[in-house]
């Protein structure tokens, strides 16, 4: 059910962004960019985010797993949802379109964005508080152009500008399937190609997304031997499962790290918290999404 804290949460959440906009929910001064300029921390969160639609409680006995939920009020929701935890990135999966999530970013106080097109019809995006330099979509080694069997949903490149140089960051949400490999394996192999330069010169990056295997597939190995650390089995608190979010029960949502970055890790964990889970005991509750996002916060 909801509690009063609930309420509470939601509508100073709402009186801030509508009197004094995001960037009050962040701070001026936010816990990463404190007044003598120098950053502290730095916050990263992956979401795959079912085209901002929302997700039902499945004990709902209505038909639809989606509710009918204006869009304008959908994209204030996960603005103010994500803007609680004063994320420096955030990327999507299954995202909405690029308006869409240009509207996301300005409410959240991310004032720079990129997006990448789908194979088919599930997007990707990167927010950033920080600039973004340069961004491919679907950069390949081993074609010319994106075949037809291979990056489906989407996988993409970012280069931003922080306060300690530059870091990349590889979004990806990989083919579906459960236990079988078939289709990502190939997804893997050209993403490292592409990544082994980065990997190779010891820069930093980021790989995040839905990569939609399990800690004990064979994909998750080949990441550990390529010499990317997962930031939840290095610092994870909490239980570690992504999906569904009214009852989670699987592991295939990842924020990967490595060069400079990765020895300057904190923390990593997901947020089956907020709005971002269905209540339990509410068979007519929602989740902003079927997925729950994952966040892992560096140190500067």
């Not at 570690?240 to 300057?264: C, E, F, K, L, M």
């Amino acid at each position: 059910m909801t509690t009063r804290r609930d309420v509470l949460k939601a509508g100073s959440a709402l009186a801030l962004a509508g009197t004094l906009g995001a960037e009050a929910i962040l701070g001026a001064q936010s816990e990463s960019t404190p007044s003598n300029g120098q950053s502290r921390r730095f916050r990263t969160i992956t979401y795959n985010v079912l085209a901002c639609m929302g997700y039902r409680n499945k004990k709902d006995d209505r038909r639809s797993y989606r509710p009918a939920i204006p869009r304008e009020q959908m994209t204030t929701r996960f603005a103010l949802e994500l803007a609680l935890y004063q994320p420096d990135i955030v990327s999507f999966q299954e995202s909405p379109g690029e308006r869409v999530v240009a509207e996301i970013a300005e409410k959240a106080g991310l004032r720079h964005h990129c997006f990448f097109p789908s194979g088919q019809a599930w997007p990707g995006a990167v927010m950033s508080r920080y600039r973004i330099v340069e961004f491919t979509n679907c950069p390949l080694k081993s074609f010319k152009e994106r075949p037809a069997e291979l990056f489906t949903r989407h996988w993409g490149r970012a280069v931003l500008e922080t306060p300690t140089g530059e870091l990349t960051v590889y979004s990806a949400h990989l083919f579906p399937g459960g236990s079988n490999p078939g289709r990502r394996e190939p997804e893997v192999s050209e993403m490292l190609k592409v990544m082994a330069s980065d990997i190779e010169a010891n820069r930093s990056i980021l790989l995040q997304g839905d990569l939609n295997h399990r800690p004990d597939g064979p994909e998750y190995k080949r990441w550990v031997e390529a010499g990317l650390v997962d930031t939840f089995a290095a610092k994870g608190v909490g239980q570690p499962h992504t999906i569904p979010s009214d009852n989670v029960q699987a592991r295939i949502d990842y924020i990967w790290a490595h060069g400079p970055i990765a020895g300057r890790l904190r923390e990593c964990r997901v947020l089956y918290e907020g709005a971002f889970r269905t209540n339990p005991d509410d068979p007519g509750s929602i989740a902003l999404s079927d997925h729950v996002p994952v966040m892992t916060t560096f140190e500067w």
